[in-house]
T-cell receptor
Framework: RKEVEQDPGPFNVPEGATVAFNCTYS??????FFWYRQDCRKEPKLLMS???SGNEDGRFTAQLNRASQYISLLIRDSKLSDSATYLC???????FGTGTRLQVFP | NAGVTQTPKFQVLKTGQSMTLQCAQD?????MYWYRQDPGMGLRLIYY???????DKGEVPNGYNVSRLNKREFSLRLESAAPSQTSVYFC????????????FGSGTRLTVV
């Protein structure tokens, strides 16, 4: 089993929708995570960090559930520009998930 | 401030040829990484260097070697390229505590024919 796993999607949602992705991890000792966004095979770019208290930045909310060993990313009021692949990564070994593809349509 | 710079951006190799991918960062980061990305596989860690003078294997090190030349530079070498090494390669760097995430270079698209 990979250390970090994600549903590859794609998630197809209309503009304005709320969408959530989960990322499960196998190492119970993992302390923190990041969510990255990647466009069209360009380099991944940091979206937000996720620690025990969670994190919110505008339309984006990330949370960590230690009991069930998953992190989540919630995107509210989806925009066309949110279409991308979202990668989660555990900071202890910098192992990335395979990514979840989001497609927002008009 | 250029961040993480990778060269070349594109490369085509014949099977059996060798080449070195270069990476340099100007953010004074201690740790540097090489990843490859293939469709459906996500980013897979090839090698990393936690600090100058140290290197360690990642998930998929076979067929690759690395050199941490100094704090700024971390190169990846393919001694005898194989078609299975066709991929997009990303170099990255981070601070020791990784609190600010990992900064990536723009990638090298390598095709081995």
């Amino acid at each position: 089993r990979k250390e970090v796993e994600q549903d590859p999607g794609p998630f197809n949602v209309p503009e304005g929708a709320t969408v959530a992705f989960n990322c499960t991890y196998s190492n119970s000792a993992s302390q923190s995570f990041f969510w990255y966004r990647q466009d069209c095979r360009k380099e991944p770019k940091l979206l937000m960090s996720v620690y025990s208290s969670g994190n919110e930045d505008g339309r984006f909310t990330a949370q960590l559930n230690r009991a069930s060993q998953y992190i989540s990313l919630l995107i509210r009021d989806s925009k066309l520009s949110d279409s991308a692949t979202y990668l989660c990564v555990s900071t202890d070994k910098l192992i990335f998930g395979t990514g979840t593809r989001l497609q927002v349509f008009p | 401030n250029a961040g993480v710079t990778q060269t070349p951006k594109f490369q085509v190799l014949k099977t059996g040829q060798s080449m070195t991918l270069q990476c340099a960062q100007d953010m004074n980061h201690n740790s540097m990484y090489w990843y490859r990305q293939d469709p459906g596989m996500g980013l897979r860690l090839i090698y990393y260097s936690a600090s100058e003078g140290t290197t360690d294997k990642g998930e998929v090190p076979n067929g690759y070697n690395v050199s941490r030349l100094n704090k700024r530079e971390f190169s990846l070498r393919l001694e005898s390229a194989a078609p299975s090494q066709t991929s997009v390669y990303f170099c990255a760097s981070s601070t020791p505590g990784r609190l600010w995430g990992v900064a990536f270079g723009s990638g090298t698209r390598l095709t081995v024919v």
